[in-house]
């Protein structure tokens, strides 16, 4: 298991400002434990049914900040749709 570099996230989450991939190297998870948070971001309930436990360690914390830059991102897009309305 590799620990992520800068190319690793960027390819990943190619939105990402330098702050938000610092942060993301800086939990020292690897390629696999980011791929895991990507997975529980895009659809916890399959993996909920598949009975696993939920995130935790570097995977909750990269999934805390994957959270937060989208977020931002439907904040910032005049195009995004909230859930309320």
Do not use: C, F, H, Y
């Amino acid at each position: 298991m590799t620990r992520l570099s800068r190319d690793d996230v960027i390819k990943v989450v190619d939105r990402a400002d330098d702050v938000t991939i610092a942060q993301i190297i800086g939990t020292g998870a690897t390629v696999e434990e980011l791929a895991e948070a990507q997975a529980w971001l895009a659809n916890d309930e399959p993996m909920i049914n598949d009975l696993r436990p939920l995130a935790q360690g570097r995977v909750r914390e990269l999934v805390d900040i994957l959270s937060e830059l989208e977020e931002e991102e439907d904040a910032t897009d005049p195009n995004a749709t909230s859930a309320a309305g």
